[in-house]
């Protein structure tokens, strides 16, 4: 029976729904608190089962993959806020432009660079430099320039989640109300996961994370790639 629940890839399916169901009621029971984010939340739960069942990652992806598949046309339902918002992506389109060059540049450099200094191997760099684009980009991405995707992967979650625990708390401290600059913000540093997080707070905040981190992934696509011979470990 244990084996059968390792190896079953309906068994990965249900736990992973599961995990998320319960990860949203305790984020409802505690009103919404940063540290109560879903996504961080059912991912802890779901590696708490995996540590426990002894599941290796291997037999757990061949019932993930199918989740994972549903994150492309996720990304493209984007489209249905950004429309209903495009009079004001137009009027930012400037600002918009140039926060996204800025940001996404600033992102794949300080990434690389930390790694860098800390003597990181150089595949882990090079995967790093993927890690603030959304994960299916992401994946792409690394193992065209020679990196580990499921390594990406890791690191694209670890930056939603920290982004999407820190953006409200983060804004109040520095007294921020603007929708534009929340949504562009979050979109570049934390893409999906954080813009979820946004749009709970505002719609067309999460409108203008949703197009910053389209746009972002696009700029990153184009750039890593030029930039892979200036990373060295």
């Known amino acids: 029976m244990l084996e059968f629940i390792r190896t079953s890839p309906l068994v990965a399916i249900f736990v992973t729904l599961v995990a998320y169901r319960a990860a949203i009621a305790i984020n409802r029971h505690f009103r919404g608190h ?54 004001r992506l137009k009027r930012a389109a400037l600002p918009l432009a140039l926060s996204i060059g800025i940001g996404g540049l600033t992102g794949i450099v300080s ?12 595949e882990v760099l ?24 499921e390594l990406s992967a890791m690191f694209v979650i670890l930056s939603g989640i920290f982004g999407a625990v820190i953006v409200k708390p983060l804004f109040g401290w520095l007294r921020l109300s ?14 999906g996961i954080g813009m979820a997080r946004v749009f709970q707070i505002s719609e067309p905040a999460g409108a203008f994370a949703g197009l910053a981190m389209g746009l972002n992934g696009l700029f990153t696509a184009v750039v890593v790639p030029l930039l892979v011979g200036f990373i060295h470990p």
Do not use: K
């Open 34 to 87: 940063p540290l109560s984010n879903p996504v961080l939340v059912g991912c802890l739960l779901l590696l708490a089962w995996l540590v426990a069942t002894g599941t290796t990652f291997d037999h757990y992806i061949r019932g993930g993959q199918f989740i994972q598949m549903l994150l492309g046309p996720a990304t493209v339902a984007l489209a249905v806020p950004l429309y209903s918002n495009l009079a």
């Open 178 to 191: 603007d929708e534009t600059v929340l949504g562009v913000s979050t979109g570049i540093a934390a893409h």
């Open 126 to 149: 090079l995967s790093l430099s993927t890690r603030a684009v959304t994960t299916p980009i992401a994946m792409g991405v690394s193992q065209g320039i020679g990196g580990i995707p």
């Open 111 to 122: 990434a690389v660079g930390f790694g860098a200094v800390a003597g990181l191997p150089h």
